[in-house]
C-alpha cells in the first residue's frame, strides 16, 4: 500500500501506564507510588519509555528516561537498545508522550502550589 510504513499496523496501539508521585492525582491517571519502579510507561508497538523519579542528596528530585525494544526470539522475548528504522516513528511517539506527561505534571504541580 502507498503511504503505508512496512512493518506497521494500523491496529497495533500505543498504551500508557501512570503512576506518579507527591504531585497529586493529574485526571486521568491512576495513581500508585511504589519504590524501585518507573512512574510512567508509554507503548507504542514493541517500544517501551519509562519514566523514573531520582531523588538527590539534598532531597530534590529529578526525572530521567529509559527507552528499549521488546522483541521476541523463538520462545524468548527480549529487550535491546538498538532500533530499527520502522521503530523510529514508535519511539518518537513513545517519547512526545513522555514528554508531554512530565510538562504537564510539571505544570499541574506548579498550579497547585
Not at 512496512?6 to 493529574?26: I, L, T
Amino acid at each position: 500500500m502507498a503511504g503505508m510504513q512496512r512493518g506497521y499496523s494500523p491496529k497495533e496501539s500505543s498504551s500508557v501506564e501512570y503512576a506518579s508521585r507527591d504531585f497529586g492525582k493529574v485526571p486521568g491517571t491512576e495513581e500508585i507510588k511504589v519504590k524501585g519502579r518507573p512512574v510512567a510507561k508509554f507503548r507504542a508497538g514493541g517500544i517501551q519509555v519509562a519514566i523514573w523519579e531520582n531523588e538527590t542528596k539534598e532531597g530534590g528530585s529529578y526525572k530521567t528516561v529509559s527507552i528499549d525494544r521488546r522483541y521476541k526470539a523463538g520462545e524468548e522475548w527480549k529487550s535491546t537498545k538498538s532500533f530499527r528504522q520502522n521503530d523510529l516513528p514508535k519511539a518518537i511517539l513513545a517519547l512526545q508522550k513522555a514528554f508531554e506527561y512530565v510538562s504537564m505534571k510539571e505544570d499541574f504541580a506548579e498550579a497547585l502550589a
